[in-house]
């Protein structure tokens, strides 16, 4: 079974500060990898998605994301944090090749401060 | 993107009363829909995988007799919460499944139920 660990619970970041959060995934083969963001109180956007090619991969509000085989990592990154970022962010992932349940990490809150 | 609605947003109800929540797939059509169930700094736990015209599969725990589904069409998905207790106060979110990738979930915004 797969599954996704966030490390950092709780991250906080200056405003234009370059922010990454990490994300950690076990499965047999190159699974789905997402990113979600949750602001209070609602529910998930995506932020962006890999399922294949192109390992480094481009999402909404500034975020991109690069998928490192050789570590089993999908990190989060934008060079530039504006304070309405402050939200909850969850990685997942689901086998490849048909579909399957989709596992969440377990989340890292993101506090930005001016 | 794909826009997902649920409705109600927030529900306060009486313990052993019944609740339902409904969850639509606004501008798409969704052969499969999740339910899932978010307790506070905590991260999203899959109660149930909907899929339309067919019984829900529920996962490993999750009471099927309490919690029942139904997915009547291709855009509208409910849960219904049946003789609540305060131990089922939650934040209950539903996600759609596009059928276009077939593998991402868009979220509605979830309900907030408070069982008193």
Not at chain 1, 68 to 89: C, I, T
Not at chain 2, 71 to 90: F, G, I, Q
Request: glycine letters at 8%.
């Amino acid at each position: 079974a797969q599954s996704v660990t966030q490390p950092d619970i709780h991250i906080t970041v200056s405003e234009g500060a370059s922010l990454e959060l990490r994300c950690n995934y076990s499965y047999g083969a190159t699974p789905y990898l997402f990113w979600y963001v949750q602001s209070p109180g609602q529910g998930l956007q995506l932020l962006l998605k890999y399922f294949s090619g192109d390992t480094l991969v481009q999402g909404i509000k500034g975020f991109e994301a690069e998928f490192k085989r050789s570590q089993s990592s999908f990190n989060l990154r934008k060079p530039s944090v504006h304070w309405s970022d402050a939200a909850e962010y969850f990685c997942a992932v689901a086998p490849s090749g048909g579909y399957q349940k989709v596992t969440f990490g377990t989340g890292t809150k993101l506090q930005v401060i001016p | 993107g794909a826009v997902v609605s649920q409705h109600p947003s927030w529900v306060i109800c009486k313990s052993g009363t019944s609740v339902k929540i409904e969850c639509r797939s606004l501008d798409f059509q969704a052969t499969t829909m999740f339910w899932y169930r978010q307790f506070p700094k905590q991260s999203l736990m899959l109660m149930a995988t909907s899929n339309e015209g067919s019984k829900a599969t529920y996962e490993q725990g999750v009471e099927k007799d309490k919690f029942l589904i139904n997915h009547a069409s291709l855009t509208l998905s409910t849960l219904t919460v049946t003789s609540a207790h305060p131990e089922d106060s939650s934040f209950y979110i539903c996600s759609a499944r596009e059928g276009q990738d077939g593998e991402t979930q868009y979220f509605g915004p979830g309900t907030r139920l408070l069982v008193l």
